[in-house]
């Protein structure tokens, strides 16, 4: 079974400044799917950047960005200038590139990130 | 519609009580997912649903949990009489079959409290 591991319960940062959410996660498969997710206040999950294994090139989108290193098995997230509304609860997610029986997304405990103004 | 809809919004109940938690996942997406999300803790995978096939109920923590998903749409989420440690939110995914790579499309979740 997969696990994925965020060793970073809380972290801050201070606006426009740079943060980088740690991710690693264990599996025994070569093809499968990476992601972020942000959980405001509001509760609802909103899908920040995704990554696919077989790429080699990092994800970026906008102001964030990921450091893939499969080898390793890590999954980092950069956020840069950083804003007052990035402050939310980060979590990383895995997901088997085999569909069948696999389908479902395996969550990190999450990292609480403030922005200090 | 437009998003995933879960309601109620929020649940109070008292021990020992039964609840229904809805779910209503965009049109056309056939795979459905709930997940629990206790204080502090990240999201437990309960259940899953994918068109026609068999459900795949290998995270629902005991039989007092059961779901069911009426014509590939709505979805509802039953808890036999609660218990304390039921209290969590509970979140609703849905993802179309064949960009399921795209990750899930979340509701907004219902947050249950048993007293």
């Known amino acids: 079974a997969q696990t994925v591991t965020q060793s970073q319960p809380e972290m801050s940062v201070q606006e426009a400044e740079t943060v980088t959410l740690s991710c690693t996660y264990d599996?025994?498969?070569?093809?499968?799917?990476l992601f972020w997710y942000k959980q405001p206040p509001s509760r609802q999950m909103i899908l920040v950047i995704r990554?696919?294994?077989?790429?080699?090139q990092n994800a970026t989108e906008n102001r964030f960005s990921v450091n893939f290193q499969k080898a390793a098995k890590s999954f980092s997230l950069k956020i840069s200038d950083s804003q007052l509304g990035d402050a939310a609860m980060y979590f990383c997610a895995y997901r088997s590139a085999y569909d069948f029986g696999n389908e479902k997304l395996t969550f990190g405990t999450g990292t609480r990130l403030t922005i200090i103004p | 519609g437009a998003g995933v809809s879960q309601s109620p919004s929020n649940k109070v109940t008292e021990k020992g009580k039964d609840v229904e938690l809805r779910c209503d996942p965009i049109s056309g997406h056939t795979a459905l997912y709930w997940y629990r999300q206790s204080l502090g803790q990240g999201l437990e995978f309960l259940i899953y649903f994918q068109g026609n096939s068999a459900p795949d109920k290998s995270g629902l923590p005991s039989d007092r949990f059961s779901a069911e998903r009426t014509g590939g749409s709505v979805s509802t989420l039953t808890i036999q009489r609660t218990q304390q440690e039921d209290s969590a939110v509970y979140l609703c995914a849905s993802s179309p079959r064949d960009r399921a790579w795209h990750g899930y499309t979340f509701g907004s979740g219902t947050r249950l409290t048993v007293v």
């Open positions: 990554q696919e294994a077989y790429k080699q």
């Open positions: 599996t025994s498969e070569s093809d499968y799917y």
